[in-house]
């Protein structure tokens, strides 16, 4: 089999030897860091915060009853969260080793594969974090570890598919950023804390990433070929779900975080659901550079769109029936029904398949118009190839159509004689 590196940087020679090495010394130290912080990140799981300073996704003593009230333990609940950040580290860590096994002799599958690498053990997981934690003297450098993945990002997001800064004005909001990131790390803590300087790092580093997808667009448009324009497509799908869940875990977390109890607690469980789409983004990327030809991005992108919209429309539909039967059925009769539920599951159930042709044929037309067109086109040529008897008219509407929908330079047809 033949693969796309997604690249044409070749490391030089002399060198490649050295990058290698210095990989597996960085993937060392980050997989050390990561075993031993497992059991201490297991350890802190399993006390009780009821203080406002608390470890990141630590339960309050409200949490714990409301836990133990449905019959499970905090014992249960560590090891299910930290088995989400190992399953993390499992999937940025095994894809960073397979990208640094394939391409390791460029400069993109370096970069991807250390951002993996970072993204896997200093950004996502708290284990990492927990080891500095514990070992105060670790800490700076545990910042630096942090940053170091951030920066790796945000060049994975200018360099890719094929390692070059592309326009070449994406090279300056791309310092802007790693500049901002930089910059954040090296102040002292009591500069970093002020809100002003804060404030003014995040806007750097948004600006500095919003011209980055810019740039992507722009290269997708104008400079890239049609392989890597597919590549382009899984990155963005991947960097969408993961930048989602991001997005949400800040407002929800950090933001505006919940007060702790049910729905706080429901949050954290939903660990389970963020952590899936975050692990769309590596396994993106490393389809679109290893086996992006096997794949119809698209498509997978139209089902999405179409089932994830499916869902919430017949998750709203369940649940505001249910509320409004239950409501009737109780002012009628003055008790609870289980016809409520009987009667909204045969609504969803008598929705599910003609709401899905709706929204497939409202997506197809308003996000792939050309496909939808191409497809439409032909429909209609298998009818009339099905009725028509005249040779001529027959070939003449076969030139349409390949025009219609492959649009090329010049069209002919040859018909061999008998």
């Not at 460029?106 to 284990?127: M, Q, R």
């Not at 011209?211 to 324009?229: D, K, L």
């Not at 389809?287 to 998750?315: H, K, N, P, Q």
Request: proline share 4%; hydrophobic share 55%; charged share 15%.
């Amino acid at each position: 089999m033949t693969y796309s590196t997604a690249s044409d940087s070749q490391i030089p020679r002399p060198w490649v030897y050295l990058v290698r090495a210095a990989w597996v010394v960085i993937a060392l130290v980050l997989f050390a860091a990561m075993v031993v912080g497992v059991p201490l990140r297991y350890a802190e799981l399993l006390e009780v915060c009821a203080s406002g300073d608390c470890v990141l996704l630590a339960l309050a003593p409200a949490e714990l009853a409301l836990l133990q009230n449905v019959g499970l333990s905090i014992q249960f609940y560590a090891s299910f969260q930290v088995a989400l950040e190992i399953y993390l580290f499992v999937i940025f860590g095994g894809l960073a080793l397979l990208l640094f096994w394939r391409i390791s002799n460029t400069w993109i599958g370096i970069i991807v594969s250390l951002a993996f690498l970072f993204l896997g053990t200093t950004f996502f997981p708290e284990e990492v974090r927990t080891v500095t934690r514990s070992f105060p003297a670790l800490q700076r450098p545990g910042e630096i570890l942090t940053s170091a993945s951030v920066v790796l990002l945000l060049l994975l997001i200018f360099l890719f598919p094929d390692g070059r800064f592309a326009p070449r004005w994406a090279i300056w909001p791309a310092l802007l950023a790693i500049g901002a990131v930089v910059i954040d790390t090296v102040l002292p803590l009591s500069v970093r804390q002020a809100e002003s300087a804060s404030m003014l790092v995040i806007v750097a580093a948004l600006v500095g990433v919003t011209f980055g997808v810019v740039a992507q667009v722009q290269r997708y448009r104008r400079i890239s070929t049609p392989a890597q324009r597919q590549q382009t497509k899984w990155i963005m799908f991947g960097l969408l779900c993961m930048f989602v869940m991001m997005v949400f875990w800040t407002i929800f977390v950090e933001m505006f975080p919940l007060q702790p109890g049910r729905q706080r607690l429901a949050l954290y469980f939903s660990g389970l659901i963020q952590d899936i789409f975050i692990s769309v983004f590596p396994l993106a990327v490393a389809f679109s550079i290893l086996r992006y030809r096997l794949w119809d991005i698209d498509l997978i992108i139209r089902r999405t769109l179409v089932y994830g919209t499916l869902t919430l429309l017949l998750a709203l539909v369940y649940f505001g029936s249910i509320t409004l039967l239950s409501s009737l059925f109780s002012s009628i009769t003055g008790q609870q029904s289980a016809l409520a539920i009987v009667v909204s599951t045969l609504l969803i159930a008598a929705l599910f398949t003609p709401l899905r042709r709706r929204l497939q044929d409202w997506i197809d037309r308003r996000f792939f118009r050309r496909k939808y067109n191409a497809e439409q086109v032909l429909a209609q040529f298998a009818v009339t190839a099905r009725d028509e008897t005249d040779l001529d008219a027959l070939t003449t509407e076969l030139v349409r159509v390949v025009q219609e929908t492959m649009q090329p330079e010049h069209v002919s047809v040859w018909l061999r004689d008998d």
